[in-house]
């Protein structure tokens, strides 16, 4: 296959649905992981402090739930700032096309001549792009804003407690299912095993390196399972 044929058949799609796939993907990874995080710290500490199935799987659910409801409620609060956000900046972009419509084409073009384009052809494309769909044209050059694709606050809340209790309910079943002696290494090899799985998902998402993501998210996990495992522990045997 010659130099030319390569170029022609190497095609790297860039459209903006496919990102927003990968970063509602991170977004679910990570929640997940937080879920994973969290409730293992949770569930492996109080395992450290009594011997109760009763307690460790309430401190478990009640862990979840609490969890669950504050990524919601979190994602929703952000998701709906940055919407009101990229509304009042689109109706301030529609204010200045209706009142100034001179000045935003010239803002236009001098936004395409700064990507590399020459003065006429920058001035050609703002120009066509503008005869086209005016408001489409410069919400996309000058806010980066798709009008039609504002992320829902409560799909997003929705999407961040299902991940969450995704990932949670791994440390609660490996906590709860094994015998009393085996709770915690259970646990701790379901822990790390679903922490794997969720670092090389994210890293493989944002093309970063694997093995360190693993490392950094796993080595995080055991950390918190250790720490509260430890303060458990010490509340057991001090009888607290």
């Given at each position: 296959?010659?130099?030319?044929?390569?170029?022609?058949?190497?095609?790297?799609?860039?459209?903006?649905?496919?990102?927003?796939?990968?970063?509602?993907?991170?977004?679910?990874?990570?929640?997940?992981?937080?879920?994973?995080?969290s409730i293992a710290g949770l569930v492996v500490g109080v395992a450290g402090a009594t011997n109760s199935i009763s307690i460790i799987l309430t401190a478990g659910v009640a862990g979840i739930i609490a969890g669950a409801i504050s990524m919601a409620a979190g994602e929703y609060v952000s998701v709906s700032s940055s919407r009101d956000t990229e509304k009042a900046l689109l109706e301030k972009e529609k204010w200045e096309l209706k009142n100034f419509p001179k000045e935003e084409m010239e803002e236009l073009a001098q936004i395409y001549e700064k990507k590399g384009l020459s003065r006429i052809t920058a001035k050609k494309v703002a120009e066509e792009l503008t005869r086209h769909d005016p408001f489409i044209a410069h919400f996309d050059a000058e806010l980066r804003i798709d009008p039609n694709n504002l992320t829902n606050p409560w799909h997003a809340a929705f999407a961040s407690a299902l991940s969450f209790l995704t990932g949670a309910i791994i440390p609660l079943v490996a906590i709860v299912l094994p015998p009393e002696s085996l709770r915690i290494p259970f646990a701790f090899i379901a822990v790390i095993v679903a922490l794997t799985l969720t670092g090389t998902i994210s890293a493989k998402v944002g093309g970063a390196n694997v093995l360190r993501a693993v490392v950094r998210?796993?080595?995080?996990?055991?950390?918190?399972m250790v720490v509260t495992y430890g303060i458990g522990r010490l509340f057991g045997v001090a009888g607290i």
């Open positions: 296959m010659n130099k030319e044929n390569e170029k022609t058949t190497h095609i790297e799609p860039h459209d903006s649905g496919h990102v927003s796939k990968l970063n509602w993907l991170r977004a679910a990874v990570l929640g997940a992981n937080d879920g994973i995080v998210v796993v080595g995080g996990g055991i950390l918190a």
